[in-house]
């Protein structure tokens, strides 16, 4: 038989609900609530899995998986994205939906929190068969959404094409247009200027706010970004615009590196035309994330995906501040580590909510049918990251807390308090 020494046993599998658990456990003993609201918040309150048969362009016919998670609806209807990934299972949409309820509260949106994910790589099929994964996905989860009820949004995998899909399956059923049941909608279908940047916008404002406090001037700091999507994209170019040097950017192809600052702009311009960072001519490739991970700069943001510092990496990472524009980018271990180490951790819930405020806008510009300005959305959503920025620093400062066990603080004692004043039924 062999055994394996423990130093040399391989680091377990990062699993998103053990993490999103453990942060629960410590928010609820620092509040010194008893066992019993960790019992209620750690599990979700409906969940929803369903099969998905799906005729494919050659004719053949696959079954898919799909799942919806509400968390918690203490607030107001569930609220999160719609997640399309080879990978996405049960335990990982649990996770997401339960930072989907303290991101909510966290900056006084009305909702609880909730995520869908279906089991696909939407890379690997065409528009066509997408549309009908989403649509018979809508038609399964139907009785347990609404404008009232839970409300889908966009996440890794899908965009605001999805949601015009969900948005146009669910109002066929209901007879009328139904525009508040999914946002993230395209601005021509009742969607809000301004959603499309938003969480890349509320990323890049923690972002500098940070470096503010960490006594850094943003005009020649230093930052990488991992992901170059709905998240990583807006911001590294909203970075770049405030003078930000971004040395570094990959996505799912591949990694690159320019060491005086890449030119974000043609990076789009590059990304336009080939669908990828790989092959950008005004920088020079890296062999991998790791790589990127672990560059010596001040501000490393994660956009990607969860679990992507883990304790296999965490100790060489160098950059000053991190900021999670993923939900879930570090592991509970490599957090330790990485507070241990000195570093300033922005966590998803704070870093990356601007994307569910400015939900919450379009939500209350389409139940209101009136439509906001660009400047009034972006101004609105600087105010309430500002806000929530300010009581989160304040409580970490005052409590001598990481900002995420004050972000978590905040955000579960505002639910349990919730919880509390509705009490049990019966
Ligand atoms: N998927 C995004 C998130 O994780 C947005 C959710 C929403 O707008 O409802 O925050």
């Given at each position: 038989m062999?055994?394996?020494?423990?130093?040399?046993?391989?680091?377990?599998t990062?699993?998103p609900?053990?993490?999103?658990?453990?942060?629960?456990?410590?928010a609820?003993e620092?509040?010194?609530?008893?066992?019993?609201?960790?019992?209620?918040?750690?599990?979700a309150?409906?969940?929803?899995?369903?099969s998905?048969?799906?005729?494919?362009?050659?004719?053949?016919?696959?079954?898919?998986?799909g799942?919806?998670?509400?968390?918690?609806l203490s607030?107001g209807p569930g609220k999160g994205?719609?997640?399309?990934?080879p990978?996405?299972?049960?335990?990982?949409?649990r996770?997401?939906?339960m930072?989907m309820?303290?991101?909510?509260?966290?900056?006084?949106?009305?909702?609880g929190?909730?995520?869908?994910?279906?089991?696909i790589?939407?890379?690997?099929y065409?528009?066509a068969?997408?549309?009908?994964?989403?649509?018979?996905?809508t038609?399964?989860?139907?009785?347990?959404?609404?404008p009232?009820v839970d409300?889908?949004?966009?996440?890794?995998?899908t965009?605001?094409r999805?949601?015009a899909?969900?948005?146009?399956?669910?109002?066929?059923g209901?007879?009328s247009?139904?525009?508040?049941?999914?946002?993230?909608?395209?601005?021509a279908?009742?969607?809000?200027?301004g959603?499309?940047m938003?969480?890349?916008?509320g990323?890049?404002?923690v972002?500098?706010?940070?470096?503010?406090?960490?006594?850094?001037r943003?005009?020649?700091a230093?930052?990488a970004v991992?992901?170059?999507?709905?998240?990583?994209?807006?911001a590294?170019?909203?970075l770049?615009?405030?003078?930000?040097r971004?040395v570094?950017?990959?996505?799912?192809?591949?990694?690159v590196?320019r060491?005086?600052?890449?030119?974000?702009?043609?990076l789009?311009?590059?990304?336009?035309?080939t669908?990828?960072?790989?092959?950008?001519?005004?920088?020079?490739?890296?062999?991998?994330?790791?790589?990127?991970?672990?560059?010596?700069?001040?501000?490393?943001?994660?956009?990607?995906?969860?679990?992507?510092v883990t304790?296999?990496?965490?100790?060489?990472?160098?950059?000053?501040?991190?900021v999670?524009?993923?939900?879930?980018?570090?592991?509970?271990?490599?957090?330790?580590?990485?507070?241990d180490a000195?570093?300033?951790?922005?966590?998803?819930?704070?870093?990356?909510?601007?994307?569910?405020?400015v939900?919450?806008?379009?939500?209350?510009?389409?139940?209101?049918a009136?439509?906001?300005?660009v400047?009034?959305?972006e101004?609105?959503l600087d105010?309430?990251?500002?806000?929530?920025w300010?009581?989160?620093?304040?409580?970490?400062?005052r409590?001598?807390?990481?900002?995420?066990?004050?972000a978590?603080?905040l955000?579960?004692?505002?639910?349990?308090?919730?919880?509390?004043?509705?009490?049990l039924?019966?």
């Open positions: 062999v055994t394996i020494e423990p130093e040399l046993a391989p680091a377990p990062p699993r609900l053990d993490d999103a658990r453990a942060q629960l456990r410590d609820v620092r509040l010194g609530h008893d066992e019993s609201v960790y019992a209620m918040l750690s599990v309150r409906r969940e929803l899995s369903v998905i048969p799906l005729r494919r362009d050659d004719g053949r016919v696959e079954v898919l998986t799942h919806r998670v509400q968390h918690n607030r994205g719609l997640r399309f990934s990978d996405v299972g049960i335990d990982e949409v996770a997401l939906a930072w309820t303290w991101k909510c509260a966290l900056l006084d949106v009305p909702y929190g909730a995520k869908g994910g279906i089991t790589d939407p890379r690997a065409s528009q068969e997408l549309e009908r994964v989403t649509r018979r996905y038609s399964e989860v139907s009785q347990l959404i609404g009232d409300i889908m949004a966009p996440d890794v995998g965009d605001e999805t949601m899909w969900m948005m146009d399956t669910y109002s066929v209901r007879g247009t139904v525009l508040g049941v999914v946002t993230g909608k395209p601005v279908l009742g969607g809000s200027l959603r499309a938003a969480t890349s916008r990323v890049a404002y972002s500098l706010l940070a470096l503010e406090r960490r006594g850094i943003a005009s020649g230093t930052a991992q992901g170059f999507g709905k998240v990583g994209r807006g590294a170019r909203l770049h615009d405030a003078g930000v971004v570094a950017v990959s996505d799912a192809d591949g990694v590196h060491a005086d600052g890449i030119d974000v702009p043609d789009e311009r590059h990304v336009d035309r669908g990828s960072v790989s092959g950008f001519a005004g920088a020079d490739p890296l062999p991998g994330q790791r790589e990127l991970l672990t560059l010596d700069v001040d501000l490393l943001v994660p956009a990607a995906v969860e679990a992507v304790e296999d990496n965490a100790r060489d990472v160098r950059a000053r501040i991190l999670e524009g993923a939900n879930g980018p570090l592991t509970t271990v490599a957090d330790a580590i990485l507070q000195g570093c300033l951790v922005v966590p998803d819930i704070l870093a990356n909510a601007g994307g569910v405020v939900s919450y806008f379009e939500w209350v510009q389409a139940n209101q009136y439509w906001w300005s400047d009034e959305v101004s609105r105010a309430r990251m500002q806000v929530a300010d009581r989160v620093w304040d409580r970490a400062q409590d001598g807390q990481s900002l995420r066990s004050a978590m603080t955000a579960v004692k505002t639910v349990a308090d919730a919880h509390r004043l509705r009490g039924y019966p």
